[in-house]
């Protein structure tokens, strides 16, 4: 089982940038895909980025450019940064270890106009 929490959400501006952490618990993630999604509308969750067992990124449309996910072995985490913040952007931002389907409780993020 491997325990996951987020941090790094808070007030952003626009046009702002944001660094996100995931840190795991029980489990060595260095290997592991990972991925960030965030909290839509509907209450469902959009993918957002990931990133594979060899490193290789994957990002959606709606953050392609803006986002860099990235691995910190040194804390057992994965990493989202964002730039060019915009309102859309606000949410709860939650990682996913995608072989054990486990989620952290996530980050609010609020951009502010």
């Known amino acids: 089982q491997v325990q996951l929490v987020e941090s790094g959400g808070g007030l952003v501006q626009t046009g702002g940038s944001l660094r996100l952490s995931c840190i795991a618990s029980g489990r060595n993630i260095s290997d592991d895909v990972m991925g960030w999604y965030r909290r839509a509308p509907d209450n469902g969750t959009d993918f957002l980025a990931m990133?594979?067992?060899?490193?290789?990124?994957t990002y959606s449309d709606r953050v392609k450019g803006r986002a860099t996910i990235s691995r910190d072995n040194t804390q057992n985490a994965v990493i989202l940064q964002m730039k060019k913040l915009t309102v859309a952007d606000s949410s709860v931002y939650l990682c996913?270890?995608?072989?054990?389907?486990?989620w952290g409780p996530g980050t609010q993020v609020t951009v502010s106009s």
């Open positions: 990133i594979s067992d060899f490193g290789i990124t």
């Open positions: 996913k270890h995608i072989y054990t389907k486990s």
